[in-house]
């Protein structure tokens, strides 16, 4: 695991496109997976931008979403669905074809994951990953306390992220549980950026690159990944005390 500081949350941002779409270019077939959230927002805008300007071949990308709040419906604005589908299908005029994401209104949660375990299998794994971390530590919604080889699971929510959660929407929302993709499945990514930006990511972006390896901090695992880079501006790497 590699640290990449930058200036500020658009230097950063921009890194973040110009990877994604180096690697569209590199590979027209990607498979890209993202979170969304208030942190890969400018991101999504300056890959759609960099992809349209630079005429990038994305007509074979696979895209995958992270997660989802169970029991959401795609239309309600703070769904993962509804932020992919306004950010880059909309107006990358993705196929259907092109992005598998979890069914959050499903019945059967359970099988939801096994459709992505077995997607992902099927795909040969997954290229590319730009993750978030919040406040608890996790990634996705992978909560303090999962496995580091979880496949997708539906996970019972962390207190920090049913409050913080409330910040994507515009109504008091009752959060209880969220479909995931497993930590297993970012360790074996064959790329793995994790982006922070912000004094209020500062504590956890410390604890994630210079605390214990822990399952009570996800985003450690970070630490494990041999191709994988924490994006930081200066603002979230300001309490790392080591050269990294
Ligand atoms: P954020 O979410 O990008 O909105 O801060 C991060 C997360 O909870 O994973």
């Avoid at 306004?86 to 096994?114: H, I, R, W």
């Avoid at 971390?133 to 992978?142: D, K, L, R, V």
């Avoid at 972006?205 to 009570?216: P, S």
Wanted: hydrophobic share 40%; glycine share 8%; proline share 3%.
């Amino acid at each position: 695991m590699q640290v990449l500081s930058f200036s500020d949350y658009h230097n950063l941002s921009d890194f973040a496109a110009s990877q994604i779409a180096f690697a569209i270019k590199n590979n027209p077939s990607l498979t890209l997976c993202m979170a969304s959230g208030h942190t890969p927002s400018l991101t999504c805008d300056l890959l759609v931008k960099k992809l349209k300007e630079e005429n990038i071949d994305y007509s074979s990308l696979h895209f995958l979403g992270l997660d989802e709040w169970a029991g959401l419906p795609p239309a309600n604005e703070g769904s993962c669905h509804y932020f992919f589908q306004t950010k880059l299908f909309g107006p990358l005029q993705l196929d259907a074809s092109q992005y598998f994401l979890f069914d959050a209104m499903a019945d059967d949660l359970v099988n939801e994951c096994n459709k992505m375990d077995e997607h992902i299998k099927k795909i040969g794994g997954i290229d590319m990953m730009l993750v978030g971390i919040g406040m608890n530590g996790h990634i996705g919604f992978n909560e303090p306390g999962t496995p580091f080889n979880s496949f997708c699971h539906v996970a019972r929510l962390d207190e920090t992220t049913k409050t913080v959660g409330q910040k994507y929407f515009t109504e008091k929302m009752e959060l209880t549980k969220g479909i995931t993709i497993g930590l297993r499945h970012l360790l074996a990514a064959k790329k793995a950026l994790l982006q922070a930006n912000g004094i209020k990511k500062a504590t956890v972006i410390q604890q994630a690159v210079e605390g214990l390896v822990t399952e009570t901090f996800p985003a450690s695992i970070m630490q494990q990944h041999t191709n994988g880079f924490i994006l930081v501006d200066e603002e979230a790497g300001s309490f790392l005390n080591k050269t990294h």
